[in-house]
């Protein structure tokens, strides 16, 4: 079945930096569209990353020139680069296999916790 485990979350101070990793299982990675996306306390998800599998990629402004996703077919892996983090990207983060030609998922992770103390 698809799996998808994301790792590396947890408290850093605004300025600092996180990396995720996301290890992806069951599916056929290689050509899947990955996204990472985020939820806020009391606020909808939002698509943070996106990597396609020829290793295009695209960001929101809000996180644009802080944020980097990257992919590693040969370990079935995600990565998001997390810089300059802001308290306002406190968030649980998933990581996600997006429905071919959309930013839609179609498999979620679990999700993973990162909190930015000012």
């Known amino acids: 079945q698809v799996q998808l485990v994301e790792s590396g979350g947890g408290s850093v101070q605004a300025g600092g930096s996180l990396r995720l990793s996301c290890a992806a299982s069951?599916?056929?990675?290689?050509?899947?569209?990955m996204g990472w996306y985020r939820q806020a306390p009391g606020k909808q998800r939002e698509l943070v990353a996106a990597?396609?599998?020829?290793?295009?990629?695209n960001y929101p402004d809000s996180v644009k020139g802080r944020f980097t996703i990257s992919r590693d077919n040969a370990k079935n892996t995600v990565y998001l680069q997390m810089n300059s983090l802001k308290p306002e990207d406190t968030a649980v983060y998933y990581c996600?296999?997006?429905?071919?030609?959309?930013?839609?998922?179609?498999?979620w992770g679990q999700g993973t916790q990162v909190t930015v103390s000012s």
């Open positions: 996600t296999a997006l429905l071919p030609g959309t930013n839609r998922a179609a498999y």
């Open positions: 069951g599916f056929a990675f290689s050509i899947t569209d």
């Open positions: 990597v396609t599998s020829g290793s295009s990629t």
